[in-house]
């Protein structure tokens, strides 16, 4: 049972017992304090003084001074902050002892006056009829907490939304965001829709899925892990552009970059390539952060990065390379990379999951020694086709997939190539993905054949690409852990002390 602060029952009770509604509905108010402190601004006393006009607002009492028969307080909307100056000749001796001597910090207020400054110029509402709106009876965290323990903040994002501003300015600038993305794409003839988050066969990418049951039908379903392969069904029903803002589900760890549930933008483009794509997501990055915090110029944890300046274009062997120091043929050798990682890592000599592939050891490689060096915006390209099981083969190079991912800040923000749409060739792939979960892999992806059947009808040349929405946000607001832009993120259950994040994940699937 959940133990109410009992000073704070006290006073409940008591205002109850003058006959006051302590928790009323009807309230109405006409103007915000902002618009308040619109109607004030600039005007001195004298001004004020004739002014008839009378304001009704309400909002969160964050303030409060008593001085003896007046006082004054600060109430809190979704729009800002503003002052009331409270008499007791002005509300009545009742409201005043009943009322305004019995609120505490954390209450809503209802008050109705006139427009006022004080001496020293600060605008205020000289009220003339004060209610409570709403009771606390919780007893706000001390300063540290509140504002500085990210556990607390995270566990209880109702109280960090009215105490922490900062907190309440990323998660409108996250609105925003939402809302410039989806701005951009319908400029761009992108028709939005809609795909299941209930699926029969959980695909379109490699994670590990959530698992549910449906009784009626009495079947196991998935939370959908991506919206991929429905949304390519309808480019070959003839929706040849298209894109969907999503909530996709894995069952993975937690960590500073992953949530196992997340948003991501994705969006599938006819008669287009991955190098339209590549062009397209600098356009998208740009708008957005000119939109969102009005330049192209972001700071990211200790990085200064410039989204208005072309974005680097990079193979991902040129880079694994460079920054291993394993020259052009090593990277294309699995047993030069193997002795590579062992000299280094000797404990690893007999580690069974150590990867035999040359794609395997490219995600190991590019993982340790390249993500974390991308601090500014790049597109790693040309991936083997062996991690690539979606993407279509280079014509020039089979080896390798038409695939791109965008890092910025160190994290992946975006994956994106042309679509296989040989259903023959996909086909096959599925088959050696459903080897691969045969043989213990189980973030490899099941074969989906009703896809197959899709493709069959023909698929036209596409390109399509995936956003993370909330690494977008932590971008575009400076947060440097995803928890602080998901509104309420997945943590351990509450045993009676702080909140624990779940055990972390390796950054492996794109995320939001």
Request: charge should be negative.
């Given at each position: 049972?959940?133990?109410?602060?009992?000073?704070?029952?006290?006073?409940?009770?008591?205002?109850?017992?003058?006959?006051?509604?302590?928790?009323?509905?009807?309230?109405?108010?006409?103007?915000?304090?902002?618009e308040?402190?619109?109607?004030?601004?600039?005007?001195?006393?004298?001004?004020?003084?004739?002014?008839?006009t009378?304001?009704?607002?309400?909002?969160?009492?964050?303030?409060?001074?008593?001085m003896?028969?007046?006082?004054?307080?600060?109430?809190?909307?979704?729009?800002?902050?503003?002052?009331?100056?409270?008499?007791?000749?002005?509300?009545?001796?009742t409201?005043?002892?009943?009322?305004?001597?019995?609120?505490?910090?954390?209450?809503?207020?209802?008050?109705?006056?006139?427009?006022?400054?004080?001496?020293?110029?600060?605008?205020?509402?000289?009220?003339?009829?004060?209610?409570?709106?709403?009771?606390?009876?919780?007893?706000?965290?001390?300063?540290?907490?509140?504002?500085?323990?990210?556990?607390?903040?995270?566990?209880?994002?109702?109280?960090?939304?009215?105490?922490?501003?900062?907190?309440?300015?990323t998660?409108?600038?996250?609105?925003?965001?939402?809302?410039?993305?989806?701005?951009?794409?319908?400029a761009?003839?992108?028709?939005?829709?809609?795909?299941?988050?209930?699926?029969?066969?959980?695909?379109?990418?490699?994670?590990?899925?959530?698992?549910?049951?449906?009784?009626?039908?009495?079947?196991?379903?998935?939370?959908?892990?991506?919206?991929?392969?429905?949304?390519?069904?309808?480019?070959?029903?003839?929706?040849?552009?298209?894109?969907?803002?999503?909530?996709?589900?894995?069952?993975?760890?937690?960590?500073?970059?992953?949530?196992?549930?997340?948003?991501?933008?994705?969006?599938?483009?006819?008669?287009?390539?991955?190098?339209?794509?590549?062009?397209?997501?600098?356009?998208?990055?740009?708008?957005?952060?000119q939109?969102?915090?009005?330049?192209?110029?972001?700071?990211?944890?200790?990085?200064?990065?410039?989204?208005?300046?072309?974005?680097?274009?990079?193979?991902?062997?040129?880079?694994?390379?460079?920054?291993?120091?394993?020259?052009?043929?090593?990277?294309?050798?699995?047993?030069?990379?193997?002795?590579?990682?062992?000299e280094?890592?000797?404990?690893?000599?007999?580690?069974?999951?150590?990867?035999?592939?040359?794609?395997?050891?490219?995600?190991?490689?590019?993982?340790?020694?390249?993500?974390?060096?991308?601090?500014?915006?790049?597109?790693?390209?040309?991936?083997?086709?062996?991690?690539?099981?979606?993407?279509?083969?280079?014509?020039?190079?089979?080896?390798?997939?038409?695939?791109?991912?965008?890092?910025?800040?160190?994290?992946?923000?975006?994956?994106?190539?042309?679509?296989?749409?040989?259903?023959?060739?996909?086909q096959?792939?599925?088959?050696?993905?459903?080897?691969?979960?045969?043989?213990?892999?189980?973030?490899?992806?099941?074969?989906?054949?009703?896809?197959?059947?899709?493709?069959?009808?023909?698929m036209?040349?596409?390109?399509g690409?995936?956003?993370?929405?909330?690494?977008?946000?932590?971008?575009?607001?400076?947060?440097?852990?995803?928890?602080?832009?998901?509104?309420?993120?997945?943590?351990r259950?509450?045993?009676?002390?702080?909140?624990?994040?779940?055990?972390?994940?390796?950054?492996?699937?794109?995320?939001?």
């Open positions: 049972m959940y133990e109410f602060e009992e000073k704070r029952l006290e006073k409940l009770a008591a205002m109850r017992a003058a006959g006051l509604a302590v928790y009323p509905h009807g309230l109405r108010t006409t103007h915000s304090t902002a308040v402190e619109a109607l004030i601004a600039g005007r001195g006393a004298e001004a004020l003084a004739t002014d008839s009378e304001v009704v607002l309400a909002g969160r009492l964050m303030f409060k001074n008593e003896g028969k007046a006082g004054f307080a600060r109430v809190q909307d979704a729009f800002g902050r503003m002052q009331l100056y409270v008499r007791k000749n002005d509300v009545g001796e409201t005043f002892d009943d009322v305004w001597k019995k609120l505490d910090l954390g209450d809503h207020v209802w008050a109705r006056g006139r427009l006022m400054v004080t001496k020293t110029g600060e605008p205020s509402v000289h009220v003339t009829e004060l209610r409570l709106a709403a009771k606390c009876i919780a007893s706000l965290p001390d300063k540290w907490k509140g504002l500085s323990d990210a556990e607390y903040r995270n566990r209880h994002r109702y109280v960090d939304l009215f105490v922490n501003p900062e907190s309440r300015e998660f409108l600038r996250r609105s925003r965001v939402v809302r410039a993305v989806r701005d951009f794409f319908e761009r003839g992108f028709f939005e829709v809609e795909t299941p988050m209930l699926q029969a066969i959980p695909g379109g990418a490699v994670a590990r899925p959530f698992v549910t049951h449906h009784n009626a039908l009495d079947m196991p379903l998935y939370m959908r892990i991506a919206p991929e392969l429905f949304l390519k069904r309808l480019v070959v029903g003839g929706m040849e552009k298209v894109f969907e803002i999503n909530r996709n589900f894995r069952n993975e760890g937690v960590s500073t970059r992953h949530n196992p549930e997340f948003t991501m933008l994705e969006f599938y483009w006819a008669y287009a390539t991955w190098q339209d794509l590549m062009d397209l997501s600098e356009a998208l990055l740009r708008e957005v952060a939109k969102v915090t009005g330049g192209t110029a972001l700071t990211w944890g200790e990085h200064q990065i410039d989204v208005g300046q072309p974005f680097r274009r990079w193979r991902m062997s040129e880079a694994i390379s460079e920054r291993t120091g394993l020259s052009a043929e090593a990277v294309l050798d699995p047993a030069a990379m193997r002795t590579f990682w062992i280094r890592f000797p404990k690893d000599a007999k580690n069974p999951k150590l990867p035999t592939t040359l794609g395997k050891w490219y995600e190991w490689l590019f993982d340790e020694y390249v993500e974390g060096e991308l601090v500014q915006p790049t597109f790693i390209t040309h991936f083997p086709a062996e991690i690539s099981p979606l993407s279509r083969r280079s014509d020039e190079d089979p080896a390798v997939a038409e695939r791109f991912e965008l890092y910025v800040g160190g994290i992946e923000l975006g994956n994106g190539f042309n679509e296989l749409n040989d259903p023959l060739d996909q096959d792939r599925f088959l050696g993905q459903v080897a691969a979960r045969d043989g213990g892999d189980d973030e490899a992806m099941y074969f989906d054949a009703d896809y197959i059947k899709a493709l069959s009808f023909g036209p040349p596409t390109a690409e995936g956003i993370g929405i909330d690494r977008l946000v932590m971008l575009m607001t400076g947060q440097t852990s995803i928890r602080d832009v998901v509104l309420f993120p997945t943590l259950p509450d045993r009676g002390g702080a909140a624990e994040a779940a055990p972390p994940a390796a950054d492996k699937a794109p995320q939001g």
